[in-house]
T-cell receptor, first 117, second 112 residues
Framework: AQKVTQAQTEISVVEKEDVTLDCVYETRDTTYYLFWYKQPPSGELVFLIRRNSFDEQNEISGRYSWNFQKSTSSFNFTITASQVVDSAVYFCALSDFYTGTASKLTFGTGTRLQVTL | DVKVTQSSRYLVKRTGEKVFLECVQDMDHENMFWYRQDPGLGLRLIYF???????EKGDIPEGYSVSREKKERFSLILESASTNQTSMYLC???????????FGSGTRLTVV
């Protein structure tokens, strides 16, 4: 069975601090996708990134970066120089891998990030 | 802008009522999903559909059913609402998992 663990329930930082959100996953599949979603107070989950299991390159997008390590089954998310607008609940998710179109996601329990001035 | 629309943002129903949660997407997506979100439990998949009139159970289907008569609409049905079904319900759609899911804003259902 697929499982995603986000051990950090809640993190509070002061603006401009760097923060890393941890994600550890379990799967028997050799091919899979990992995702991060952001859920701001409005409630709608916003897609941030997808990473496939063949690609262990780290990725950077502005203040966001992701570190995928297959050896430790981790897909961690770092926000550099955090801002108040980063305050949200962040979910890590793992796909199973049927045909691509019928695949579904297993989500972690989420990490609530609070950024204060 | 592409959209997934959930008909109600907040809903209060009585125990035993039959409840319909509606979700409509305008992106011509094949796949649609219903999740519920509870504190400390994250998002859990209730049902999903990969084609019109097709449906598959997710991880927690008990007490729910779904209907997909048209491609753009995916309805979640609580046959006899119970207080333990008080939750935030999120609908999502996708063309292909490569592009992620698009989520609606959610329906917060309270069963009293």
């Amino acid at each position: 069975a697929q499982k995603v663990t986000q051990a950090q329930t809640e993190i509070s930082v002061v603006e401009k601090e760097d923060v890393t959100l941890d994600c550890v996953y379990e799967t028997r599949d050799t091919t899979y996708y990992l995702f991060w979603y952001k859920q701001p107070p409005s409630g709608e989950l916003v897609f941030l990134i997808r990473r496939n299991s063949f690609d262990e390159q780290n990725e950077i997008s502005g203040r966001y970066s992701w570190n995928f390590q297959k050896s430790t089954s981790s897909f961690n998310f770092t926000i550099t120089a955090s801002q108040v607008v980063d305050s949200a609940v962040y979910f890590c998710a793992l796909s199973d891998f049927y045909t691509g179109t019928a695949s579904k996601l297993t989500f972690g329990t989420g990490t609530r990030l609070q950024v204060t001035l | 802008d592409v959209k997934v629309t959930q008909s109600s943002r907040y809903l209060v129903k009585r125990t035993g009522e039959k409840v319909f949660l509606e979700c409509v997407q305008d992106m011509d997506h094949e796949n649609m999903f219903w999740y519920r979100q509870d504190p400390g439990l994250g998002l859990r998949l209730i049902y999903f559909s990969y084609d019109v009139k097709m449906k598959e159970k997710g991880d927690i289907p008990e007490g729910y059913s779904v209907s997909r008569e048209k491609k753009e609409r995916f309805s979640l049905i609580l046959e006899s609402a119970s207080t333990n079904q008080t939750s935030m319900y999120l609908c999502a759609s996708s063309f292909d998992l490569l592009y992620g899911y698009t989520f609606g804003s959610g329906t917060r259902l309270t069963v009293v």
